[in-house]
C-alpha cells in the first residue's frame, strides 16, 4: 500500500488492518515519512522528525504482534506533538529560540499513554510560538501552511498538528488549547479535535502558559479516533475517564440511538452579526442534520457572555505575561514580536482586575451548570470566518465588519477555556471559499465519551468528502517556500 | 517594575476602576513604591512551580 492511499485511513481502519496483518507497521512507518518528506516542504508542520526511533518502534511492534501481543488499535499506529510537550530524549522546543537547547528526560504523561498503548511516534509538529498566539506564523520555524490552500493560515497555535491531519501525513496528533488552540486549527484545516474538561488530561511536561486556561488534547480526522486517543491518554480506572463509561468509547454507535433523546442547545450569543453567513449556515446545517435523527433543538441563552470574553482574555494575559515574564528579561532578542507584545499587554492588567475575572468565571461556570441541566450538548460554531491569508492582520466577518485576527478566531473558543467544559470540534461543511468550516460541540464536565459517540454517529451519518486535503509532491510545491525551519532528524 | 539591568521605564497607562478624586500625582509616587517592591517576588522560569498547589491522587499516572 502506498503512501498515498493510507493517507486518509484513521486509527480504527489502520488498527483493524494491522491487527488482522494486512498491513504491518513497518510499511506504515515507511509510508508516512515518504509522505512526510513530499508534502510537508510546502506545508511545514514538522519541526522534527525522528525516524530512526519510531523504525525502531515499528519493527518491535510488529515483532510483538506477531508473537500475539496485540496491545489495541493504536499498536503500530504512527502519530506526533505539538513540540510544546515533553518526549523523552527530543528536544522541546516550544516553537521558540529560547528553548531550543531543552531535552526532557521524561514523557509528558500524555505522550507516555500513547506510546504504552503502542503508538509510535514521527516527530514534533510546528506551532504558534511558545502557543501564545493563534497565528501559524512562526518567526524561528517558518509559517505553517493551510494543506486546503497553501496561501492561507491553519490557525494556531497547533497549527503543525492540524496541518499534518489535514495533509494525511498522519492520523493522531497532540495539541494544547488555552485560548482555542486545538480548536480553531481543527476548525480551519477540517479535522477534529478534542478539548477535554480542565484537568481530565495531564499537563504535566507541557510547557505551561497559562496555568489555569490549558488544556491538552487529541487531534485526529475522526471521532472515533479522537475516543481511541483519549482512552489512551487518561489514566485507566479513574473515576473522571469513566464518569460517562454508559456512553460507547471507541465503537461507531448507531446514530439513531445517539440522537433519539438529545437535547441540544444552540447559543445565540454565538450566532451574532460578526459570524459569516456561510459559516452559520453550514453549522445550522449541521444542526438541522442532528434534528432529522431525532435530537430536539432549542435557542438558549448564555448570562453575561460578554464579561465572560473579557475575564477569559483577563486571565489568559496575566497567567501568560506571569509565565513568560522571566524569557522577556533574560533574552528578549530571543522572542518573537507576537509573544514580546503579548507579555506586555498582561503586564498592565492590575491584580484587582485579574481577581474580578476569575468571579466572573465562577458565575459563568454556574451558568453553564445550570444551561446543562436542561440541554445535552450545545452546538456553535468555531470561528468567525475561515481560514484568512496567512500574512493577514485583520479579517472581513459577518456583517461586513472588519476585526483583527485574533477576534474572528477566539472569540467563540475561549469562553470554554474560561469555565474548562469538553468541547469537541468538528468539520462540518465547506465555506463559500471552498474552505473547512468547524462547528463546535460542548458537554457538560467530564463527558467526553457521550461527546465523541455524537461526534461519531454524526460523522458516519454525514461523512465530509474529502476528508484530506487533496496535497501530491506536485500540487505541495508552492511559490514561497522559503521558510527558515523545516524539520530536522533526531 | 524594572529589572535591574534594564532602563527605568515610565508609561502612562489607563487604570479602570480607580477612586473618584484619586491624586495622580501622589498615586504615581506610591505605585513606584510598590513597584520596586513587586522586584522582591523575583521572576521565575517558564517550568517551575504553577501559581497554585495541586494535589494528585496516589497512582494517578499508573496504569
Known amino acids: ?490 | 517594575m524594572a529589572h535591574p539591568d534594564d532602563l527605568p521605564l515610565r508609561l502612562e497607562i489607563p487604570l479602570y476602576g480607580l477612586p473618584r478624586g484619586t491624586d495622580p500625582a501622589a498615586l504615581a509616587l506610591k505605585a513606584a513604591g510598590v513597584a520596586a517592591s513587586l522586584e522582591e517576588l523575583g521572576s521565575f522560569d517558564q517550568r517551575e512551580p504553577e501559581p497554585a498547589h495541586a494535589f494528585r491522587p496516589t497512582g494517578e499516572n499508573d496504569r
Open chain 1, 1 to 490: 500500500m502506498n503512501d498515498s492511499a493510507l493517507a486518509g485511513r484513521g486509527i480504527a481502519d489502520l488498527g483493524r488492518l494491522i491487527r488482522k496483518r494486512e498491513l504491518s507497521p513497518r510499511e506504515l512507518v515507511a509510508a508516512v515519512f515518504q509522505r512526510i518528506r513530499a508534502v510537508d516542504p510546502a506545508v511545514n508542520a514538522f519541526i522534527r522528525l525522528c525516524e530512526e526511533a519510531a523504525v525502531a518502534d515499528a519493527e518491535q511492534a510488529e515483532r510483538e504482534i506477531a508473537a500475539g501481543d496485540w496491545r489495541g488499535p493504536l499498536h503500530g499506529v504512527p502519530f506526533a506533538v505539538k513540540d510544546i510537550i515533553d518526549a523523552a530524549g527530543i528536544p522541546t522546543t516550544g516553537g521558540s529560540r529560547v528553548w531550543k537547547e531543552f531535552v526532557p528526560g521524561a514523557d509528558a504523561p500524555a505522550v507516555g499513554g500513547l506510546k504504552r498503548a503502542g503508538a509510535v511516534l514521527v516527530g514534533k509538529l510546528n506551532l504558534h510560538e511558545l502557543a501564545f498566539g493563534i497565528t501559524s506564523r512562526n518567526p524561528h520555524f517558518g509559517p505553517v501552511r493551510n494543506p486546503w490552500d497553501l496561501s492561507a493560515s491553519c490557525g494556531g497555535s497547533s497549527s503543525g498538528s492540524a496541518a499534518a491531519l489535514a495533509a494525511g501525513l498522519v492520523p493522531l496528533t497532540l495539541g494544547t488549547d488555552t485560548g482555542g488552540s486545538i480548536r480553531i486549527p481543527s476548525a480551519l484545516c477540517g479535522v477534529a479535535g478534542l478539548k477535554p474538561t480542565y484537568g481530565l488530561v495531564s499537563r504535566e511536561g507541557v510547557l505551561p502558559l497559562a496555568w489555569s486556561m490549558d488544556h491538552v488534547g487529541p487531534m485526529a480526522r475522526r471521532a472515533q479516533d479522537l475516543a481511541i486517543a483519549l482512552d489512551a491518554m487518561t489514566p485507566k480506572g479513574s473515576a473522571r475517564a469513566g464518569a460517562d463509561a454508559d456512553a460507547p468509547a471507541n465503537s461507531a454507535p448507531r446514530p439513531e440511538r445517539v440522537f433519539e433523546k438529545l437535547v441540544i442547545g444552540i447559543p445565540r450569543a454565538f450566532f451574532d452579526e460578526g459570524l459569516r453567513e456561510d459559516i452559520a449556515r453550514c453549522v445550522l446545517a449541521a444542526v438541522d442534520h442532528m434534528r432529522l435523527m431525532g435530537a430536539r433543538v432549542r435557542e438558549i441563552e448564555i448570562p453575561g457572555f460578554a464579561a465572560a470574553d473579557r475575564a477569559a482574555f483577563t486571565i489568559l494575559f496575566s497567567e501568560a505575561a506571569a509565565c513568560l515574564e522571566a524569557h522577556t528579561r533574560r533574552q528578549p532578542e530571543a522572542l518573537g514580536a507576537a509573544v514580546m507584545e503579548g507579555v506586555r499587554l498582561g503586564m498592565t492588567i492590575p491584580a484587582t482586575r485579574y481577581i474580578q475575572a476569575l468571579r466572573v468565571r465562577s458565575r459563568a461556570i454556574a451558568a453553564m451548570e445550570r444551561m446543562f441541566a436542561d440541554v445535552d450538548l450545545l452546538v456553535a460554531p468555531a470561528t468567525m470566518a475561515d481560514a484568512h491569508l496567512l500574512e493577514a492582520e485583520e479579517v472581513v466577518v459577518g456583517g461586513g465588519l472588519t476585526v483583527d485576527v485574533r477576534t474572528a478566531m477566539t472569540r467563540y473558543t475561549r469562553f470554554f477555556n474560561l469555565t474548562g467544559h469538553p468541547v469537541l470540534c468538528l468539520p462540518c461543511g465547506f465555506s463559500g471559499r471552498g474552505l473547512p468550516v468547524g462547528m463546535q460541540l460542548a458537554a457538560a464536565p467530564f463527558r467526553e465519551r457521550q461527546l465523541l459517540a455524537i461526534g461519531s454517529a454524526y460523522q458516519s451519518a454525514f461523512p465530509l468528502e474529502p476528508a484530506v486535503a487533496g496535497l501530491t509532491q506536485d500540487s505541495a510545491r508552492h511559490p514561497s517556500d522559503s521558510h527558515t525551519g523545516g524539520p530536522q532528524p533526531t
